[in-house]
Antibody, heavy 114, light 112 residues
Framework: QVQLQQSGAELAKPGSSVKISCKAS????????MHWIKQTTGQALEWTGY????????KYNEKFKGKATLTVDKSSSTAYMQLSSLTPVDTAVYYC???????WGQGVMVTVSS | DVVMTQTPPSLSVAIGQSVSISCKSS???????????LHWLLQSPGRSPKRLIY???NLGSGVPDRFSGTGSQKDFTLKISRVEAEDLGVYYC?????????FGGGTKLELK
């Protein structure tokens, strides 16, 4: 069965970076784009961007350009999102999702605090 | 960006009652291939969102037929017939026709 297994919670200081992961299994990793979605405590969902694992091509929400960087490791079927220059507004749960939002990871809580 | 407006923001229901949630988009969601990429998600407490309905009216695998989706262009509705306890949570509409993909603000379904 398709599974997206995300890495554990992160506590980061303002100005630092974090890199969270999403390991896919149960399907051909390179066949489906991997999307990343931010959910703040107020429950709002924001699409961050996607990466096509086969080509490495990316598309970002303009709002997250310069904030998020998407990469993949095809050898381990793992997608990554790096968040840089962190501020408290980046505190949120970040989900990976694939197959057009059919499958979601369990989410990663990123907390930015000094 | 396409703005997705969901109403109501919350609903208080009794088990067995039927409810409807509205989702309106600021632009038509018909893609160049003729399909409409409007979906409904349910986020149960403490869980990841789950896709219930895709492309307006198609039930996801394992989703009970108590759920139904209708609509076209910019106006969509999710109906839940005979609400059960497992249906409680926050419902979101989402459009994947236009980039950036956008979501409605959510409708919280609670027990009366």
């Amino acid at each position: 069965q398709v599974q997206l297994q995300q890495s554990g919670a992160e506590l980061a200081k303002p100005g630092s970076s974090v890199k969270i992961s999403c390991k896919a299994s149960g399907y051909t990793f390179t066949s489906y784009a991997m999307h990343w979605i931010k959910q703040t405590t107020g429950q709002a969902l924001e699409w961050t961007g996607y990466i096509a694992p086969g080509s490495g091509g990316t598309k970002y929400n303009e709002k997250f350009k310069g904030k998020a960087t998407l990469t993949v490791d095809k050898s381990s079927s793992t997608a990554y999102m790096q968040l840089s220059s962190l501020t408290p507004v980046d505190t949120a749960v970040y989900y990976c999702a694939s197959w057009g939002l059919k499958y979601w990871g369990q989410g990663v809580m990123v907390t930015v605090s000094s | 960006d396409v703005v997705m407006t969901q109403t109501p923001p919350s609903l208080s229901v009794a088990i067995g009652q039927s409810v409807s949630i509205s989702c309106k988009s600021s632009q038509s969601l018909v893609y160049s291939d003729g399909k409409t990429y409007l979906h409904w998600l349910l986020q149960s407490p403490g869980r990841s969102p789950k896709r219930l309905i895709y492309q307006v009216s198609n039930l996801g695998s394992g989703v009970p037929d108590r759920f139904s989706g209708t609509g076209s262009q910019k106006d969509f509705t999710l109906k839940i017939s005979r609400v059960e306890a497992e249906d409680l949570g926050v419902y979101y509409c989402a459009q994947t026709t236009h980039f950036p993909w956008t979501f409605g603000g959510g409708t919280k379904l609670e027990l009366k």
